[in-house]
């Protein structure tokens, strides 16, 4: 049966917000999970990538991680230092501050109520 | 520290690598030497760890996975920059700093070109009570709030022949406190401004 060609232009455009709504989504807890990697101990860019890409269960575009490490440095809730290698370029650790870990509870704290609102929705 | 480059035995691993940091030295010129050091070993430490941990047989196919993992430096540098003006730059480090800052905040939308023009003529004017205040003792009689015989008053150098100067010595310390209140007030204004 041919295929409606405004159907499949609607469906084109509802891939494409749910690209975007996802990308939203994924920017807005990727900020949530490096706080969460970094509570857990120092860690340096590349490291840091490999946690994250197993929690987000994928692959990361590597390089979108410096600019909100950067971010996170400015707001005062992350700090970092440099550290000579014995073989090696130096590498740069990041380390969680006192703000960051407040900002990370309540962050905890909206993600649950969110979590309990879409739970409350589905089940209504 | 050591962040050079590595040195590869194929050419055109030597050339993708060279290539890749040229780029991203282009599109982090706008900040200072250190500031792109620091950029530069990051990324170099990076490229690095990724580069070694791949199993591709040949130098280059190493280094160009790494690269692709990492992304073009177009699509990560910018962002990355700005932010270390927004950091770095802060309000009180220096004039070149400062117009990085304002340049950046106009790139940002219509309302922050208005707010940095609004931002960048509070900048003269605050320089220019200053240079007012230091200028009175080099031209006693013709700096200050001058009032012509035609009614015309203005701040600055005047010279003609029936003026009255209405503030005197008074200039100095006044114009150095709105000045120096000046400066200290826009630079919370950009402060916030630019985190907004």
Same mark, same amino acid.
């Given at each position: 049966?041919?295929?409606?060609?405004?159907?499949?232009?609607?469906?084109?455009?509802?891939?494409?917000?749910?690209?975007?709504?996802?990308?939203?989504?994924?920017?807005?807890?990727?900020?949530?999970?490096?706080?969460?990697?970094?509570?857990?101990?120092?860690?340096?860019?590349?490291?840091?990538?490999?946690?994250?890409?197993?929690?987000?269960?994928?692959?990361?575009?590597?390089?979108?991680?410096?600019?909100? @490490?950067?971010?996170?440095?400015?707001?005062?809730?992350?700090?970092?230092?440099?550290?000579?290698?014995?073989?090696?370029?130096?590498?740069?650790?990041?380390?969680?501050?006192?703000?960051?870990?407040?900002?990370?509870? $309540?962050?905890?704290?909206?993600?649950?109520?969110?979590?309990? @609102?879409?739970?409350?929705?589905?089940?209504? | 520290?050591?962040?050079?480059?590595?040195?590869?035995?194929?050419?055109?691993?030597?050339?993708?690598?060279?290539?890749?940091?040229?780029?991203?030295?282009?599109?982090?010129?706008?900040?200072?030497?250190?500031?792109?050091?620091?950029?530069?070993?990051?990324? $170099?430490?990076?490229?690095?760890?990724?580069?070694?941990?791949?199993?591709?047989?040949?130098?280059?196919?190493?280094?160009?996975?790494?690269?692709?993992?990492?992304?073009?430096?177009?699509? !990560?540098?910018?962002?990355?920059?700005?932010?270390?003006?927004?950091?770095?730059?802060?309000?009180?480090?220096?004039?070149?700093?400062?117009?990085?800052?304002?340049?950046?905040?106009?790139?940002?939308?219509?309302?922050?070109?208005?707010?940095?023009?609004? @931002?960048? !003529?509070?900048?003269?004017?605050?320089?220019?009570?200053? !240079?007012?205040?230091?200028?009175?003792?080099?031209?006693?009689?013709?700096?200050?709030?001058?009032?012509?015989?035609?009614?015309?008053?203005?701040?600055?150098?005047?010279?003609?022949?029936?003026?009255?100067?209405?503030?005197?010595?008074?200039?100095?310390?006044?114009?150095?406190?709105?000045?120096?209140?000046?400066?200290? !007030?826009?630079?919370?204004?950009?402060?916030?401004?630019?985190?907004?």
């Amino acid at each position: 049966m041919p295929q409606n060609p405004s159907h499949a232009s609607n469906s084109e455009a509802h891939e494409a917000f749910l690209e975007r709504w996802q990308l939203q989504l994924r920017k807005g807890l990727l900020v949530y999970l490096v706080l969460v990697v970094l509570s857990k101990g120092e860690s340096y860019g590349y490291r840091l990538i490999a946690s994250l890409s197993e929690y987000l269960e994928s692959d990361m575009a590597e390089g979108t991680i410096y600019p909100l @490490l950067s971010r996170l440095q400015r707001e005062g809730l992350i700090e970092s230092r440099w550290q000579i290698m014995d073989s090696g370029p130096a590498r740069k650790y990041y380390s969680i501050r006192p703000a960051g870990h407040e900002v990370l509870a $309540t962050m905890g704290d909206r993600w649950k109520r969110i979590h309990r @609102l879409l739970e409350g929705l589905s089940t209504s | 520290m050591t962040g050079s480059a590595p040195e590869f035995r194929e050419q055109d691993a030597q050339q993708a690598w060279t290539q890749y940091f040229l780029q991203v030295d282009s599109l982090s010129s706008a900040l200072t030497a250190r500031q792109r050091r620091d950029i530069r070993l990051e990324i $170099t430490a990076h490229l690095l760890e990724s580069y070694v941990l791949r199993s591709e047989e040949s130098e280059s196919e190493r280094l160009r996975v790494a690269i692709e993992r990492l992304g073009s430096p177009a699509e !990560f540098v910018p962002g990355w920059v700005e932010d270390r003006l927004l950091h770095d730059a802060a309000p009180g480090s220096g004039v070149r700093s400062l117009l990085q800052l304002l340049k950046l905040n106009a790139r940002r939308g219509a309302t922050h070109l208005l707010a940095s023009l609004a @931002l960048g !003529f509070g900048y003269l004017l605050a320089f220019y009570f200053f !240079f007012v205040a230091a200028l009175k003792p080099v031209f006693p009689d013709n700096v200050g709030l001058i009032s012509t015989g035609d009614g015309f008053t203005a701040l600055g150098y005047i010279d003609t022949p029936e003026m009255v100067d209405l503030l005197g010595y008074w200039i100095m310390p006044l114009g150095f406190i709105i000045s120096f209140s000046l400066i200290v !007030f826009l630079d919370r204004m950009l402060q916030r401004f630019s985190r907004a």
